[in-house]
Every structure is written in C-alpha cells, then in structure tokens.
C-alpha cells in the first residue's frame, strides 16, 4: 500500500465537485449582488441537472459500446474545462446582460453550467477510472471527494460573511427608481448594505481554479508515476478484449486482498451461488432495487430538493446563519467519509434507517423553507442554532448512506460504478425538475428582506 497513492487518489477526489461546491458556500456573499438574488440557488440546481449530458452520453456508451469508452481522455477534457471555467468566473461572474429587458447574470450562469457539465461527468468517469487502482484506494478517493467540500468551506469560513446595516437612503424620482430589497418610506427607503467579506469572491474563484490544478496534476501522476504503476489492478479488465462478465469476475477476484478482507463479512465470501444477474450476484434483485432507489431518493435530497430551496430556509435567520450552515454542511460530507472508512456498516436495515434520519431532518429544513420569510423561533438565537444544526446533520447521515453504497457496489465491478453515477445524477435531476416549478415558477417560497420583512412575535 503506497501512501503516495493514497495522496494523490485523495487529491484527484477532491476536483470531482470541488466547482460547484465552491459555487455553493460562496452563494451568501454572491446572491446580494447579483439581479437574480434568492432564486439563484434554484437556478443553479436545473443548470447542474441540464448538464447531465456528459454522464448520459459516457453511460450509453458503456452500455451499448462496452469496453470501447477510454475514461481518461474524458477525464482530462473535463478537468482542463473545469479549469478554464473557474478562472473566467473569478473575473465575469458579476457580469450581467439585459435579456428579455431584464438584467441577468448571463456570464455567471453559463460558466456555472460549464462546471456543472465538468462535476456530473466526474461521476461516471473518476469512479470507473478509480478501478484501476487496488479497492482500498476508492475509499481514500471517497475521502477527497468529501474534501471537495470541506476545502471551499474551511476557505468560505476564513473569508467571513459581510455584515448587514440597514441605511435610510433619500431617492429623487422614486417613482421610475426600483431597488432590489428595500421598501420605500416616503422620500426615503430602509436599505440592506453589506459590508465586504475580508477577501473577494474574485480570488474565491481564482483558489478553486488552483484546486482543479492540484486535481490535475494528481490525475496525470496517478497515470504516469512508477510508484503508482505497482498499486494498479492488472489493466487487462479495461481492455475491450474482455466483455463487462469476464471484467468484472477479474476484478473481484483481484480485489480479494488481504487489506480488503476485513470490508467482506465472511458470509459473503462462503456465498457460491450469485442470487441476481447484477454484478457479482451478491445481493439479490430486490436488494439491488433497494439499493438504487436509495441512492436516487438520497442524492435527490441532496443534490437537488434540498439546495434549491437552502437559501429561503436560512437566510431569513441572518446572512450569518445562511454563511455557516453552506459551509458546515460542506464540512459534514467529509467526515461522513471518514466515519465510513473506519466505521463501514453494509447492513441495508442500517442504510434504511439512516436514510429515513436524514430525510427527516431535511423535511424541517423544507418546513423552514415553506414558513420564509418568517419561520419557526426566528426571534429567538436558539433558531439559528437548530437550522445550521438540521443542515449539518442531514447532510452527515445521507453523505454516510452514499459512500456506503459506492462501498459496496465498488465490489460488485465496474460497470456497478457506472450505473452507480448514472443513478446519482438521475435522482439528482427528478429532484431537479420537481422543485424547479415550485420555487421559480409558481414561487411557493417567498423571501424576505433583512432591513424591512417584520415578522409576527
């Protein structure tokens, strides 16, 4: 076991969804300065779902072209662009164009899909490549994946959020004037004015850039480095020479060594016969529905149902509070990772109770949500305390649900990793395209305004 290999697989991790996550934890110093404000999150989750092109087109071809897709070539196109995209974000995104005599934040948005594009494709790609590597390594990629997370947020963190000051501001010619956030008293209007965070979201932007570098330059080492060579799988299974059976049959009994033994219930080794047609026939056809659907519901909360609406259940508690639960929900996702690497429980009875956990957690937050601009306890500091709380948990209990399961179809082969990401981003878009409508449409959610919104005691 090569902890040079451990590092790097850690550091490739990490440009999985470091862009977006970087997108996320940023949104409470960017939604104040941009035309589209509170339903910048609800955007931002339909452009991640639109660009599930790049995993729909890379699953197809495994389906129906098996063998025949490289990943590393992919994979290098994608982490290049992920490159490129933050770069030009650090220096566009507050640029807006008048579309439809309305100004929108036209450059923001579009590189946002680019990364969304970089980030989903990352899915179906890093997770097979990660194949190629000794099973021990996919968790150590899992942990970085998880870091993806927690670097933005610890950076977010460091930079602080402005404070809020509400100013009285005379206007002339009120009556042709509008003005985002503010009610106009007379002559005079209440205005929200935020003071700068300590760095700029500009060198924000220019940071994650340097992370999908460090991301880079750990692919190409795991691709090329001697010490690297002597950890990988025997690269005939990734041949076309072999059909996804044989490959996969390769893989597991290659994967059976003795620092993965411990992760194998003795049950499961003594098993001869398989009980379904998936995989390696460990779990039976309903646990693999089982086991999907899980996966679908709980990246569907948290890709999706859950961020778009993250802004109304928090910010009507204070910038602050909206700050700390993007960032330490951030940071839940890692530890998750690494309770699953010392704490790994396949028991699917487990999986569904914690998943049932997690869900009730985020349907408070989905409560709060519905409740803005006036939510439950939003007079009291206790209501701070117990959203940010509900965020960090939720985001704990189903990010431990999605490793495990990554955990155990890993050992189920490779084409197991890649239906894998296909469901991801599958249950990720229902979630997607189901609040959509209700947030930016039929605007079910209203915002509120921190100088002027008075809520009932």
């Given amino acids: 076991m090569s902890l040079l290999t451990h590092v790097l697989a850690c550091l ?93 934040s036209v450059p923001l948005l579009v590189l946002s899909f680019l990364l969304s594009v970089v980030d989903c494709t990352s899915s179906v790609t890093f997770l097979p490549f990660m194949m190629r590597l000794r099973p021990q390594y996919l968790t150590t990629y899992f942990a970085g994946e998880g870091l993806s997370g927690l670097v933005p947020a610890l950076v977010a963190l460091i930079q602080g959020v402005g404070v809020v000051h509400c100013e009285n501001a005379t206007l002339a010619g009120t009556t042709n004037k509008t003005v985002n956030n503010s009610i106009l008293i007379g002559s005079a209007e209440l205005q929200a004015v935020y003071q700068p965070a300590k760095f700029s979201a500009q060198v924000f932007f ?24 002597r950890e990988r799988n025997n690269d005939l299974y990734f041949s076309g020479d072999l ?45 693999v529905v089982f086991i999907f659907v899980v996966l679908a519901w709980v990246n569907a909360l948290t890709n999706a149902v859950l961020p778009s609406v993250q802004s109304y259940s928090c910010l009507p508690y204070g910038n602050q509070a909206y700050h700390l639960a993007a960032t330490m929900a951030a940071v839940a996702n890692p530890v998750a990772c690494f309770i699953a690497m010392f704490m790994p429980v396949r028991s699917l009875i487990f999986m569904g109770f914690l998943t049932l956990v997690g869900t009730g957690f985020g ?95």
């Avoid at 519905?370 to 939003?378: D, E, F, G, H, V």
């Fill in 12 to 104: 490739f991790g990490m440009g999985s969804w470091v862009a977006i996550n970087g997108m996320w934890v940023e949104l409470p110093l960017i939604v104040p300065e941009i035309p589209e404000g509170w339903y910048l999150p609800s955007y931002l989750t339909v452009l991640i779902q639109m660009a599930n092109i790049g995993p729909l087109f890379i699953t197809l071809m495994h389906r129906f072209r098996p063998g025949a897709l490289d990943e590393r070539p992919v994979i290098y196109c994608i982490v290049v662009l992920g490159v490129i995209a933050t770069f030009l974000l650090a220096f566009f995104w507050r640029n807006t164009v008048t579309v439809g005599g309305a100004l929108h």
């Fill in 206 to 229: 220019m940071f994650l850039s340097a992370m999908m570098v460090v991301s880079l330059v750990a692919f190409i080492l795991l691709n090329y480095h001697p010490a690297v060579a």
């Fill in 243 to 287: 059909d996804p059976g044989q490959r996969d049959q390769g893989l597991s009994l290659h994967s059976q060594t003795p620092e993965q033994k411990p992760m194998i219930s003795p049950q499961e080794v003594a098993r001869k016969e398989p009980r379904s047609s998936f995989g390696m026939g460990t779990y039976s056809t309903l646990e």
């Fill in 363 to 457: 349907a408070y937050i989905m409560a709060m949500a519905a409740l803005s601009p006036c939510p439950l306890l939003i007079h009291s500091a206790s209501g701070t305390v117990v959203i940010v709380l509900a965020w960090i948990l939720f985001v704990l209990s189903l990010s431990y649900v999605k490793v495990i399961i990554g955990v155990i179809l890993r050992d189920e082969g490779h084409s197991a990793l890649v239906w894998c990401g296909a469901v991801v981003q599958l249950g990720s878009m229902v979630g997607a395209l189901s609040m959509f409508p209700l947030v930016s449409v039929y605007g079910l959610f209203k915002s509120g305004d921190p100088c002027n919104t008075k809520c009932p005691m």
